[in-house]
């Protein structure tokens, strides 16, 4: 099986291909024909390895868009610190994985309002004939030890071109009634104005953010963060006055997407995550981590695992560095997908030291062993 196009699988009780298949959503028939050592496909056993075949989409996309709290909110005890993130992944042309992700919120009986909310939900608005109106989705609650609680949602593949994402609503889940929004798509009004610690340049012809950025010495990211009003950094326009920062900016809130590591490609175009950084004070930020279409932590390295965990390294190749760890719990939706999240405030500035990175990685609980990450990215990459 060294040319198996895609991943190994260890084969645990109670498995059958039809449910092997329906969990990493390939045909029967295209396992059999990546497993041509199996002779009778109603008869496989426990520990055999099986190669399940699968292909990344060409040229897919994961992009996502951060949730903050709504400027005029009805609840005073939802604060700043509450923030949320969704994840978009392309399955095909027109079809997007969408997850969502959120921390920071208070419990929600202990809103102010009149309505019995027991939980959050995502508040989705489709534009089609065949499914028109408003629907809600429940979020699902994790918490691990001394970690906070997290919120998350796998909303599935979604065709995004008759699909509205609102935001996130209070619910309670017996009478089936929302409340007002707590997390809504970030809000930004080019009216506003924000201190440019630096210099403010005038777009000139031919500019680009990355030609400027280069100009002036600093990183294209460290120019996106100091310029929030910028949609589209590909797109900017002559005349357009924007901040030269003679400082790094951090970013209120960003996001991080992680994908997989070169060597493990190809993987499900619906494994991603995604990391929320959320600046609490000086020198105190919450992290939230959020992943999905990963394989069942109990199939790698025969059972060896049984969870995920998020790694944050902070300076490791400056001989000083720091590390700090995220346990990942598991929610399930829609029978088979599932997420994994955590959140986690750490005492100190992850942006203070370039090369921060973030892992995901098979954890053991019992025994705290960790293997190689089945995703990873840069925290200098955060976008807001």
Known sequence: MNDCPGTRYTVQ?????????????????????????IENPNFIFVGQVICIPIEEIEGSEKWSTVLTRPQNTEYPSVSNRAGGVILLQQLTEDSYDVTVFAA?????????????FDSYAVMTRFFSRERGGTFYSELKQTAVGNQEPTWS?????????NT?????????SVAFVPGSFVLVENQYSADQTTDCVGKTYTVQAGDTLYEIAQRYGITVDNLIAANPQIENPNQISVGEKICIPTEAIVPEKCVVILT????????????????????????SYALTVGATGLPAPESIFDGQFDSYVAGV?????TGEGRSYSIIL?????????????????????????????ISVMPYSRDTGVRTNPLLDGMLGKCKR
């Open 13 to 37: 009780p109670g498995d059958t291909l039809n449910k092997i298949a329906q969990k990493y959503e390939v045909a029967v028939d295209d396992l059999l024909a990546a497993n041509p050592q």
């Open 329 to 357: 719990e598991e929610s399930t939706f829609s029978g088979e997908q599932s997420t994994w999240s955590g959140t986690k405030v750490i005492p100190e500035d992850p942006f203070a030291v370039p090369g921060t990175r």
């Open 104 to 116: 920071g919120l208070p419990e929600p009986e202990l809103l102010e309002s009149q309505l019995d």
């Open 313 to 317: 390294g902070i300076g490791i190749g």
């Open 260 to 283: 997989a590591p070169e060597y493990l490609r190809p993987v499900p175009a619906r494994r991603g995550g995604v990391v929320l950084v959320q600046k609490l004070a000086e020198n």
């Open 164 to 172: 509205k994402i609102v935001g996130i609503v209070p619910y309670d």
């Open 153 to 161: 949602l796998a909303l599935g593949g979604i065709n995004l071109s």
